[in-house]
């Protein structure tokens, strides 16, 4: 079963990176401050993650900072006790 982050990682490249981009994504890689995400991706990125983990996340911890890295995702779905 793929890991969370693989998961979301993988959304991100599917949803956010045009094929034929020269862009490498990772773990750390700057989403929102790097322009792979901008407010309106953010928005879908935010409704994916609340469909796939069955949560809730109040527009108040839905910021840029959680949402510029993979890694700063996994932070805040820890919040809401995601695996």
């Known amino acids: 079963m793929p890991e969370m982050k693989d998961i979301i990682l993988n959304y991100i490249k599917k949803?956010?990176?045009e094929?034929?981009?020269d862009i490498e994504v990772?773990?750390?890689t700057p989403l929102?401050?790097?322009g792979i995400v901008?407010?309106?991706?953010?928005v879908s990125l935010k409704r994916f993650?609340?469909?796939k983990y069955n949560?809730?996340?109040p527009d108040a911890k839905a910021t840029p900072k959680a949402f510029?890295?993979?890694n700063n995702i996994i932070e805040l779905l820890k919040e809401f006790n995601v695996k």
């Not at 901008?38 to 953010?42: G, V």
Request: charged share 25%; no cysteine; aromatic share 12%.
């Open 32 to 34: 929102i401050s790097g």
């Open 19 to 21: 094929e034929g981009d």
């Open 68 to 70: 510029d890295s993979v």
């Open 38 to 42: 901008d407010s309106f991706s953010m």
């Open 26 to 28: 990772t773990y750390t």
């Open 49 to 51: 993650l609340e469909n």
């Open 15 to 17: 949803e956010y990176v």
């Open 55 to 57: 949560i809730q996340i």
